[in-house]
Nanobody, 122 residues
């Protein structure tokens, strides 16, 4: 009943930029933490950036200073602005959200998007 749809991936040359978006739809009372992960071929999925409801952000060391996570709570959307891209940023990027569906209780659930491919050529 909750869906996450990512967009904005693609092929870019090293040093270029991309902006990923992830829209959350469905049964939503509140979206708590929103997070971007990535998974490169042959590697485990790892967290790269997270943002709280209030806008507090944290980044993996590998992307600090290059990537910026932001959110638009009115649009139920999280963004990832990626600058100074490197070939090692090549991966499938996944959006994750913790969603509270109902105002009647405080249960919250974890949801994933389907992923979007980012390829950085050297």
């Amino acid at each position: 009943q909750v869906q996450l749809v990512e967009s904005g991936g693609g092929l870019v040359q090293a040093g270029g930029s991309l902006r990923l978006s992830c829209v959350v739809s469905g049964s939503i009372f509140r979206i708590n933490a929103m997070t971007w992960y990535r998974q490169a071929p042959g590697k485990e999925r790892g967290i790269i950036a997270t943002i709280s409801t209030g806008g507090v952000t944290n980044y993996a060391d590998s992307v600090k200073g290059r990537f910026t996570i932001s959110r638009d709570n009115a649009k139920n959307t999280v963004y990832l602005q990626m600058n100074s891209l490197k070939p090692e940023d090549t991966a499938v990027y996944y959006c994750h959200a913790v969603v509270r569906p109902s105002a009647n209780n405080d249960r919250q659930y974890s949801y994933w998007g389907q992923g979007t491919q980012v390829t950085v050529s050297s």
